[in-house]
């Protein structure tokens, strides 16, 4: 159970220990209502397709479903959809056994790239991620740069995020992490 002052968040396993569903509840003033669902299935013990429904169910209410490919046990490529319509696809690379780089695509062919997330490690720890879009005419720009902060036992402690340029959307954040 993961539970803040507005929401709780139950996680039900499977006899693998493979996490099956999800349940998020969100605390308002007349009580605790269930706001969506999320369901997991595995194939090989690997994750390859979970959907998160919001509810209740109304004409404003949608699920997203994802589907996961492997390559040698490496994840590849994860689909999303929106009411089973398809929406965005990200293929991942990878150099030796980290992942370098994803790709988002606004296709389920991987023409159309929106933009991509660029990891960097230090000493197999994800120290840095940086993502980048595009401009007219192809031109790369810089929206975001994630830095992650870790304690003398390899713990992730803080991960803090800047956003570089104006943009609709706002993906600065800074998230610290506690061990008990």
């Known amino acids: 159970m993961i539970q803040d002052k507005l929401n709780t968040e139950l996680f039900e396993y499977n006899k693998n220990n493979d996490l099956i569903r999800k349940f998020t509840y969100q605390t308002d003033i007349p009580g605790t209502t269930l706001s969506d669902t999320t369901y997991y299935k595995y194939q090989n013990g690997k994750l390859v397709f979970d959907e998160s429904i919001q509810l209740p169910v109304s ?14 046990s490496k994840l590849i490529r994860k689909k999303i959809y929106r009411d089973h319509h398809f929406e965005r696809m990200t ?28 990891f960097a490690y230090d000493n197999n720890k994800l120290s840095m991620s ?32 800047e956003q570089n340029m104006e943009i609709s959307a706002w993906i600065s954040y800074s998230s610290r992490y ?3």
Do not use: P
């Not at 004409?59 to 040698?72: A, F, K, L």
């Not at 370098?100 to 062919?109: F, I, P, Q, V």
């Not at 192809?138 to 003398?152: H, S």
């Open 130 to 161: 940086t993502l980048i879009g595009f401009a007219a005419g192809n031109r790369k720009y810089v929206l975001q740069v994630v830095y992650y902060i870790y304690d003398d036992s390899g713990n992730l402690v803080l991960e803090y995020a």
């Open 91 to 118: 293929d991942y690379e990878y150099l030796g056994e980290l992942c370098s780089k994803e790709l988002y695509y606004n296709d389920s062919t991987g023409v159309r790239i929106n933009s991509f997330r660029d």
């Open 59 to 72: 004409e404003y209410s949608s699920s997203i479903q994802s589907r996961y490919e492997y390559e040698n």
């Open 178 to 180: 506690e061990y008990y």
